[in-house]
């Protein structure tokens, strides 16, 4: 068996997984780059029996599934990948997988996002070692208002930073109520008080068909010239050519952003060229600890499959489908 390991862009899966455990015989295959055209993508894995994606970095379509005649598992990093195509697999006969996680990226990088864009920490580091030392005046958090769209796992857990540094929760989401809002620390209230109050908005919902553009040039348009958006989400929750219009015009202070609607992001992206962007690379679940849970759980997932009891599946209507391609 040969299984593609891909979008390792920091080169790290081969030192952060024991490999050793996968079934004898079994090849693996560690791509640094990313490929983002489907001619190319097919060739690459045409001859793979096994491929493992990280979280939402290469899309998996019908149209790219259905040209891997091979492919009999295909694993995410993660629970969920909203970029992977999971009618198309069971249809297929393709087996999907996903694997478990360690640690709270997300949350850790969502505070490092925010102070680092109100004390403007990345800015004083670059005019510190070009000879300016103190150019900026930075923007404090206690007793400020922070908007949570979102109050789920990650969400509450910023809402506990939150309440820590003395800040005002608010929160807003379509299922969300004032009993689990108050468990948080926060107060729910109406989606545009969340827009109009915050001194920060910071982003927490799962992509859906429900919540794409949730953030439309109606909500940032009722954000404070003073207020902050921070998305490390997905990047289509969030308008993007209505962020970039108050960016530019400054009708907002500024927005640290970690995920995009393309990714890698073009090196002539419009966000690049705002003074008031902090942009990350989709680092929110990059941590050392996080990679290594990924890792086992992909070894964990090829040896489960092989041994013809797969675990952690998303797709599992496709055991009982006639087309499924089975474990051998």
Sequence with gaps: MKLAVLDDYQATAKDLGDWSEL??????????????????LV????????VMGMRERTPFTRAILSRLPRLRLLITTGRRNASFDIEAASELGIAVCGTGGAGEGPTEL???????????????????????????VGVGLKGKTLGLLGLGHI???VARVGAAFD??????????????????????????????????????????????GLVSAAELALMKPTAYLVNISRGPIVDEKALIDVLQRKAIAGAALDTFDIEPLPADHPLFKTPNTLICPHLGYVTEEGYRAFYAGVIENVRAFTSGEPVRMINE??????????YN
Excluded at 24 to 35: A, L, M, R, S
Excluded at 43 to 50: A, G, I
Excluded at 122 to 131: I, T
């Design 155 to 157: 969400g509450s857990l």
């Design 167 to 212: 800040m005002n929760i608010i929160a807003w989401s379509q299922n969300l109520t004032a009993e689990r809002a108050k468990e948080c620390q926060a107060t729910l209230v109406d989606k545009d008080t969340l827009f109009k109050d915050s001194d920060i908005v910071s982003v927490h919902v799962v992509l859906s068909d429900r919540s794409r």
């Design 43 to 50: 060739e690459r894995l045409k001859d793979f029996d096994l």
């Design 110 to 136: 969502t505070w490092g996002l925010i102070i680092a864009m109100l004390r403007h920490i990345p800015e004083e580091d670059q005019r510190a070692r070009e000879g300016s030392w103190g150019t900026t």
């Design 317 to 326: 209507d496709v055991l009982t489908s006639s087309q499924f391609r089975g």
């Design 23 to 40: 079934p004898p015989g079994t090849e693996v295959e560690y791509f640094h780059d990313h490929i983002d055209n489907e001619d190319r």
